[in-house]
């Protein structure tokens, strides 16, 4: 079983900065790809950004040139340095984990509310 804790959300103004993390823990196989994941009220989930253990990084089109992935294997962790904050980018944030084929596992963090309000 892997568990994923996310922390660092917070109620924030436009234009200011927040750095959310998540650090997993509970099996000893690393995931192939981290992500994070946002869910706005009335909307569906949508991807923000994903980095993969071969290097590759994605951030969605919403969020380009404003949110930035990195990840830590040492610390087995993934953070999302977000900058540049927008009335939009309010939502619950959650991490995801995800490793196929052998032991796979495709796991969730309980997320973490951000609110961008003036």
């Known amino acids: 079983q892997v568990q994923l804790v996310e922390s660092g959300g917070g109620l924030v103004q436009p234009g200011e900065s927040l750095r959310l993390s998540c650090v997993a823990s509970g099996s000893v196989f690393i995931p192939h790809a981290m992500s994070w994941y946002r869910q706005a009220p009335g909307k569906q989930r949508e991807l923000v950004a994903t980095?993969?253990?071969?290097?590759?990084?994605d951030h969605a089109d919403s969020v380009k040139g404003r949110f930035f992935i990195s990840r830590d294997y040492d610390k087995n962790a993934v953070y999302l340095e977000m900058t540049s904050l927008k009335f939009e980018d309010t939502a619950v944030y959650y991490c995801n984990a995800k490793r196929t084929g052998s032991r796979s596992y495709d796991a969730w963090g309980q997320g973490t509310q951000v609110t961008v309000i003036s």
């Open positions: 980095i993969c253990s071969g290097g590759k990084i």
